[in-house]
């Protein structure tokens, strides 16, 4: 079984659309991320959610909206979409280390958004 | 926050060949992982390895944490090791990892 999964693997879609990446993980992990990898290959921190609390947001545009219903699945929903949203969005996800875990941190397959 | 670099930003090797990647980090870490993206953009955990010595097959990595570097090591290279190699460390907390920017490797036949 897949630790952590998105979904879709891959979208297209037009400019000023709204679209949804699902993602959720069946590792019991407390702590769930949303990173951005740009055509340079760089991979940022986008949000960092803890039993469903939103505890990390870096400066992303108000246009993305995290959303964890529980600490097993955290989903991220872009509104108004722009070119420059195009790239590749990897959800992943950690054990707490105040919650006896050592922070690994474990990748999906990431979600390759195309904005035409 | 914390600046991770890593050298050589491209390297490009003959199968058979060893080589080191080499991961520098600007402060005390207390997480220090290794990633291999495939050319499929998967993400694969290689080491958890904030300090120490850890060898799994051909690849083993070091990580002096006083020295604030961590090293891996690939011997034999085969072909399916190209891909991107990611160091990504955490300084304090649970803080998200913060990443470099990779070292491209591609092994050719």
């Known amino acids: 079984d897949t630790a952590v999964s998105q979904t879709p693997k891959y979208l297209v879609t037009q400019m000023g659309n709204d679209k949804s990446i699902k993602c959720e993980q069946n590792l019991g992990h407390d702590t769930m991320y949303w990173y951005k990898q740009d055509s340079k290959k760089f991979l940022k921190i986008m949000f960092s959610?803890?039993?469903?609390?939103?505890?990390i947001n870096e400066t992303v545009p108000n246009r993305f909206s995290p959303k964890s219903p529980d600490k097993a699945h955290l989903n991220l929903h872009i509104n108004s979409l722009e070119l420059g949203d195009s790239a590749v969005y990897f959800c992943?996800?950690?054990?707490?280390?105040?919650?006896?875990?050592?922070?690994?941190?474990?990748f999906g397959e990431g979600s390759r958004l195309t904005v035409l | 926050g914390i600046q991770v670099e890593q050298s050589p930003p491209d390297l490009i090797l003959q199968e058979g060949a060893n080589s080191t990647l080499r991961c520098n980090f600007s402060?005390?870490?207390?997480?220090l992982q290794w990633f291999h993206q495939n050319p499929w953009g998967q993400l694969i955990n290689l080491f958890y390895?904030?300090?120490g010595t850890k060898q799994n097959g051909r690849l083993s990595a070091t990580t002096v944490a006083t020295e604030r570097y961590s090293l891996l090591y690939i011997s034999s290279s085969q072909t399916t090791d190209s891909g991107v190699y990611f160091c990504?460390?955490?300084?304090?907390?649970?803080?998200?990892?913060?990443f470099g920017k990779g070292t491209r490797l591609s092994v050719i036949a």
């Open positions: 992943a996800s950690s054990q707490d280390l105040a919650s006896n875990g050592n922070g690994e941190l474990f």
């Open positions: 990504a460390v955490r300084n304090s907390g649970n803080t998200p990892l913060v």
């Open positions: 402060d005390s870490v207390n997480n």
């Open positions: 390895i904030p300090s």
């Open positions: 959610y803890n039993n469903k609390e939103l505890i």
